[in-house]
């Protein structure tokens, strides 16, 4: 998910925590726990409603925990129990991807890190059946510091289940960047084993999580990456197309910083080729479009990933961020010219734009063959 945990994004005035939150999605929580005997669901919604208020997305989840609580058993097992009881239905195994769950559903891992640390195994019991329900990707991890022996046994047995939001959380769960998540003492290159078995998962929705896990590690351990990407590609056990996927989505970081071992592994290799920049908008506004082409000519027939880098004006030094151009295959005494359309936004999430000296460099197969300036004028 690509927005923040205040849950805002999506253009202006919309609210994730908004959308995930509120009056309904609560009275639908409410209807779920009230099977539990005594369980007062108006009580519940009266309180915790009003207090959503101006709380963030993973602080509003905090927060619908704080109400559940008064209303559940002080006592962990029993506790527990009850969180179970009031589970929804299990998510459609028949599903391969996009089967997230509802967010309302994250309380019993809130629950389980608050009040389960002292008896770890009842809380992996909650958090193995929670998570059919709704990823417990966070929760899963306080656990593996605290008791990472006891949990990593766990998620072995759990590389092989029958559901395959559990064995998704097995590789999730032990992301060593996962967003907005704490982080784990753990070894990046323990879990590697459970990867080592999950790639071969016939469901899209784990074998993404590996492919992220895999793109996490890149960043620390790249030859250990290429190392096992390439000993999944000798042994067979995945469809090639879908671990042609695997590996473009692990690499994809790597192809960015230019890496010779990953572009060479994806078959992009460094041959002899020339480029030129053939026409670039001299100078626009913020909020208008760079325009620019680049022709690419090769003696040899050569597979090319094509990217461009912005060269970006800031007052405290140059920054530069990473775009996709093409994919395609070169052919032998055959130019090729490709073209670019790139809007210049004055309210991207990620960097502001200033007005001053640019520069495009077009990056082929890692190597920069290609670069050109331009000036970006203040917005009109």
Not at 123 to 130: S, V
Not at 156 to 168: K, P, Q
Request: charged share 25%; hydrophobic share 40%.
């Amino acid at each position: 998910m690509a927005r923040g945990p205040d849950g805002k994004g999506g253009g202006a005035g919309f609210s994730l925590a908004d959308q995930l939150f509120n009056e309904s999605s609560l009275s639908d929580l409410a209807a779920e726990f009230a099977v539990l005997p005594g369980f007062d669901a108006e009580r519940f919604t009266a309180a915790c409603v009003p207090g959503l208020g101006t709380r963030g997305l993973l602080e509003r989840l905090d927060w619908i925990a704080d109400c559940l609580e008064p209303q559940l058993p002080s006592d962990f097992p029993a506790m527990a129990e009850a969180l179970e009881a009031a589970m929804p239905p299990e998510l459609d195994r028949s599903l391969k991807d996009d089967d997230f769950g509802r967010f309302i559903h994250a309380v019993p891992g809130i629950l389980a890190v608050r009040h389960g640390m002292e008896d770890p195994d009842r809380a992996l019991d909650l958090l193995h059946a929670a998570t059919r329900r709704f990823s417990m990707e966070f929760y899963i991890r306080p656990f593996l510091n605290r008791w990472p022996d006891k949990t990593l046994a766990r998620l072995e047995d759990w590389s092989e289940d029958e559901n395959y939001h559990v064995r998704r959380l097995v590789s999730e769960g032990t992301r060593p960047r996962l967003p907005w998540a704490r982080n784990i003492t753990l070894d990046p290159a323990v879990p590697l084993r459970f990867l080592d078995r999950l790639h071969a998962d016939p469901t899209r929705y784990v074998t993404r999580s590996v492919a992220n896990h895999m793109n996490d590690l890149s960043k620390v351990m790249p030859e250990t990456v290429l190392d096992h990407l390439t000993a999944w590609r000798s042994s067979g056990a995945q469809q090639d197309k879908e671990l042609d996927w695997i590996t473009r989505h692990a690499l994809r970081t790597a192809v960015k910083r230019g890496e010779r071992g990953a572009l060479d592994l994806l078959g992009y290799r460094a041959g002899a080729l020339s480029a030129t920049i053939d026409k670039i908008t001299p100078a626009p506004c913020i909020g208008a479009a760079l325009e620019f082409s680049v022709t690419l000519h090769s003696e040899e027939a050569l597979p090319v990933l094509v990217d461009y880098r912005l060269r970006f004006h800031r007052p405290s030094g140059p920054a530069e961020k990473v775009f996709k151009l093409k994919t395609a295959t070169l052919k032998p005494g055959t130019p090729l010219t490709l073209s670019k359309r790139h809007v210049l936004k004055g309210n991207a999430t990620t960097f502001r734009l200033h007005p001053g000296p640019h520069a495009v460099i077009v990056q082929v197969n890692g190597q920069d063959v290609a670069e050109a300036s331009f000036d970006v004028l203040p917005e009109p």
